[in-house]
Nanobody
Framework: QVQLVESGGGLVQAGGSLRLSCVAS????????MGWFRQAPGKEREFVAA????????YYTDSVKGRFTISRDNAKNTVYLQMNSLKPEDSAVYYC??????????????????WGQGTQVTVSS
């Protein structure tokens, strides 16, 4: 069992930055693929970024490439999402998620086994 707790959300002006953190409890954090998703009001949850268990591979949705960076520190059981050049359309509740096993889709929310409670990000124009 893995429990995930996000933090770091808030209100920021367009063009600003935020860093989200997600701390995992439980064992074997370093064996999980970690992902970030977001959900805006009235919209479906969408994939943002994912990182391999070792941190050597990352994957981003096109709309955040070059602006967001996902990273992890397995010694601290923590995954991060550095968000720069934020836009109003980035406003959403951001969730971190953990996926165990191999050969699973990183983009599909149904392929993740554990979820955090979410943290609100609001970008004002």
């Amino acid at each position: 069992q893995v429990q995930l707790v996000e933090s770091g959300g808030g209100l920021v002006q367009a063009g600003g930055s935020l860093r989200l953190s997600c701390v995992a409890s439980g064992r074997a954090f370093s064996t999980y693929v970690m992902g970030w998703f977001r959900q805006a009001p009235g919209k479906e949850r969408e994939f943002v970024a994912a990182i391999s268990w070792s941190g050597d591979r990352t994957y981003y949705t096109d709309s955040v490439k070059g602006r967001f960076t996902i990273s992890r520190d397995n010694a601290k059981n923590t995954v991060y999402l550095q968000m720069n050049s934020l836009k109003p359309e980035d406003s959403a509740v951001y969730y971190c998620a953990a996926q165990y096993g191999s050969h699973r889709s990183w983009r599909a929310s149904r392929e993740y086994d554990y979820w955090g409670q979410g943290t609100q990000v609001t970008v004002s124009s």
